[in-house]
Nanobody, 123 residues
Framework: QVHLVESGGGLVQPGGSLRLSCVAS????????MGWYRQAPGNQRELVASITSGGGTDYADSVKGRFTISRDNAKNTVYLQMDNVKPEDTAVYYC?????????????????WGQGTQVTVSS
């Protein structure tokens, strides 16, 4: 199976920066899309940013110009650089990989999720 582990969350002051990382392990044939989602208390989980295997990126309007997503295919790792953070960025951040895996004798495309890392923006 595939296992994702996030790191880099914590407490940061408004206007500060934070860098999240997510690394995958397991029997992955190909990672198609990597993404970061977040969920604040009482809210639904929302897409923050995504990046395709070709490097194409997409961002939520609320983070454009402040957050940058990048990936290291050789390390099966995705990063989220968070700059000029705001209190409304406070949430649990989850990484998601859409990947091709082999199950028995069949190749299957599935979404895999990390366990989440807390980001708190507060003075």
């Amino acid at each position: 199976q595939v296992h994702l582990v996030e790191s880099g969350g914590g407490l940061v002051q408004p206007g500060g920066s934070l860098r999240l990382s997510c690394v995958a392990s397991g029997s992955i044939l190909r990672i198609n899309v990597m993404g970061w989602y977040r969920q604040a208390p009482g809210n639904q989980r929302e897409l923050v940013a995504s990046i395709t295997s070709g490097g194409g990126t997409d961002y939520a309007d609320s983070v454009k110009g402040r957050f940058t997503i990048s990936r290291d295919n050789a390390k099966n790792t995705v990063y989220l650089q968070m700059d000029n953070v705001k209190p409304e960025d406070t949430a649990v951040y989850y990484c998601m990989y859409n990947a091709d895996v082999q199950i028995l004798q069949t190749t299957s495309t599935r979404n895999f999720w990390g366990q989440g890392t807390q980001v708190t923006v507060s003075s």
